[in-house]
């Protein structure tokens, strides 16, 4: 078992920048492929980007590809996502998720991923 807390969302004019952070309990990270989504009311969930156990592979959604940067420190048990150049369209609550057992061709997925944190609301507008 891992739980998963995320931090670091809030309010941004469009153009800034901001820092999520997703931190780990349990487990050992470095055991497991961890993601982020996002999602808006009504709306299914979006996957944003992803990040393989050791950290050597990362993929991204196209609309995000170019200002966002996932990372992962398995020594912090931490996972954060950088994100520049916010639009409008990047306002979501966001979402960590984590597996142990998910394949590479998969990352995209979110049935594939079991352990979920609570979100963090990001907002971006004038």
């Known amino acids: 078992q891992v739980a998963l807390t995320e931090s670091g969302g809030g309010w941004v004019p469009p153009g800034g920048s901001l820092r999520l952070s997703c931190a780990a309990s349990?487990?050992?990270?470095?055991?497991?492929?961890v993601a982020w989504f996002r999602q808006n009311p009504g709306k299914e969930r979006e996957f944003v980007a992803a990040i393989a156990r050791r950290g050597g592979n990362t993929i991204y959604a196209d609309s995000v590809k170019g200002r966002f940067t996932i990372s992962k420190d398995n020594a912090k048990n931490e996972v954060s996502l950088q994100m520049n150049s916010l639009k409008p369209e990047d306002t979501a609550v966001y979402y960590c998720?984590?597996?142990?057992?998910?394949?590479?061709?998969?990352?995209?997925?979110?049935?594939?991923?079991?352990?979920w944190g609570q979100g963090t609301q990001v907002t971006v507008s004038s």
């Open positions: 998720a984590a597996s142990a057992t998910i394949i590479t061709s998969s990352m995209r997925d979110d049935e594939r991923y079991g352990y």
């Open positions: 349990g487990r050992s990270f470095s055991n497991y492929v």
